[in-house]
């Protein structure tokens, strides 16, 4: 029986880590979070908000997920477009979820979020 999600992995090029942090940790606010040792060599970066975590892993032969992304819950969207925007992130809305207020946008290497609130 699943349970719940426990983490979403987004591929990202190498050397990429120093972008990545900014972004996730200074643009979206999540915390970067130790990987195991094991794990580090590799290369990436996790972080988390909440119950949420992201890894995002080193893939030699990158390209970003243009279709396929994860959907990441906010509490005051406008305010939350808002701070993208400043950062110089791209925020595209869309109104095809019904009762919900929606954007997509693009971290650092081309991957695809969609960030969502509940109306």
Same mark, same amino acid.
């Given at each position: 029986?699943?349970?719940?999600?426990? +983490?979403?992995?987004?591929?990202?090029?190498?050397?990429?880590?120093? !972008? /990545? &942090?900014?972004? *996730?940790?200074?643009?979206?606010?999540?915390?970067?979070?130790?990987?195991?040792?094991?794990?580090? @060599? &590799?290369?990436?970066?996790?972080?988390?908000?909440? =119950?949420?975590?992201?890894?995002?892993? #080193?893939?030699?032969? =990158?390209?970003?997920?243009?279709? @396929? +992304? %994860?959907? /990441?819950?906010? !509490?005051?969207?406008? @305010?939350?477009? !808002?701070? /993208?925007?400043?950062?110089?992130?791209? #925020?595209?809305?869309?109104?095809?979820?019904?009762?919900?207020?929606? =954007? *997509?946008?693009?971290? %650092? #290497?081309?991957?695809? /979020?969609?960030?969502?609130?509940?109306?």
């Amino acid at each position: 029986m699943l349970v719940a999600v426990d +983490h979403v992995q987004l591929a990202a090029p190498p050397g990429s880590e120093d !972008a /990545l &942090r900014a972004y *996730y940790g200074g643009v979206l606010g999540m915390t970067e979070i130790p990987k195991p040792p094991a794990l580090a @060599a &590799r290369g990436g970066c996790w972080f988390e908000a909440g =119950f949420v975590q992201l890894h995002l892993g #080193v893939e030699t032969c =990158f390209r970003p997920a243009k279709k @396929a +992304h %994860p959907g /990441l819950r906010v !509490a005051g969207i406008e @305010a939350y477009a !808002a701070r /993208l925007t400043a950062h110089g992130a791209p #925020v595209t809305w869309d109104d095809g979820l019904p009762g919900h207020r929606r =954007f *997509y946008s693009e971290d %650092p #290497v081309g991957n695809r /979020l969609e960030f969502l609130q509940p109306r």
